[in-house]
């Protein structure tokens, strides 16, 4: 089955600064790649996700990932965060299965 | 929009208990999983289950842990004898096919004292 990593364990952000947060996966084979958002004391949702195309694709709430083959990373991206985007961020593979990165939590401070 | 429900939203049991998590997929997807998220830490797979059967299991899911589509709509997760480390958020998802999008549940969380 696949692996995923997630680089940053915790990110701090004042609000308007712009967001990349790293996602690698080891498969050998072709991927769905994900990116899900958890708010405090929320459920998963889905902010995102890439089958096929345009390598860059754009999600809700102002966030895109742009999906690299040749690095098997696919990082999110948000160029002006905002308070509210304090939450938890799960970048998941489907190859064999879904497999979650570890996560990564972001602080946007006002 | 159809979702994934789950119930409890929150159980509480004493340790050795068995507990039954319920969940109903999204009607026309054909692949359910399990889910589950200890407090401050990754969201870990469990289970998948398609065509009546697992397909495939973590090593987690041992053999306290067992599922189950009871009829056609729900889809649940039983632990047999709880212990206290199986505290934590089950998620519950589906999707149409193998390679779909995977739409979560809301979760339950269980504490287990």
């Known amino acids: 089955a696949q692996s995923v990593s997630q680089h940053n364990h915790h990110v701090i952000l004042s609000e308007a600064a712009s967001l990349e947060l790293g996602c690698n996966y080891s498969?050998?084979?072709?991927?769905?790649l994900f990116w899900y958002v958890q708010y405090p004391g929320q459920h998963l949702q889905l902010l995102l996700k890439?089958?096929?195309?345009?390598?860059l694709v754009k999600g809700i709430k102002g966030f895109e990932a742009e999906f690299i083959k040749s690095k098997f990373s696919f990082n999110l991206r948000k160029p002006s965060v905002q308070w509210s985007d304090t939450a938890e961020y799960f970048c998941?593979?489907?190859?064999?299965?879904?497999?979650f990165g570890a996560g990564t939590r972001l602080t946007v401070k006002p | 929009e159809p979702e994934v429900t789950q119930t409890p939203s929150h159980q509480v049991t004493q340790m050795g208990q068995e507990v039954i998590l319920r969940c109903v997929p999204i009607?026309?997807?054909?692949?359910f999983y399990w889910y589950r998220q200890i407090l401050g830490q990754k969201v870990e797979f469990l289970v998948s289950?398609?065509?009546?059967?697992?397909?495939?299991k973590s090593e987690i899911f041992d053999d306290q842990f067992s599922v189950e589509r009871p009829d056609g709509s729900n889809f649940t997760l039983k632990i047999r004898s709880t212990k206290l480390e199986d505290s934590a958020m089950y998620f519950c998802?589906?999707?149409?096919?193998?390679?779909?999008?995977?739409?979560f549940g809301e979760g339950s969380w269980l504490t287990v004292v």
């Open positions: 009607s026309n997807h054909l692949y």
């Open positions: 289950f398609y065509n009546n059967e697992i397909s495939e």
């Open positions: 498969y050998g084979g072709t991927v769905n």
């Open positions: 998941a593979v489907n190859g064999d299965d879904m497999r």
């Open positions: 890439y089958f096929s195309g345009d390598p």
């Open positions: 998802a589906s999707s149409r096919s193998s390679g779909n999008t995977i739409y």
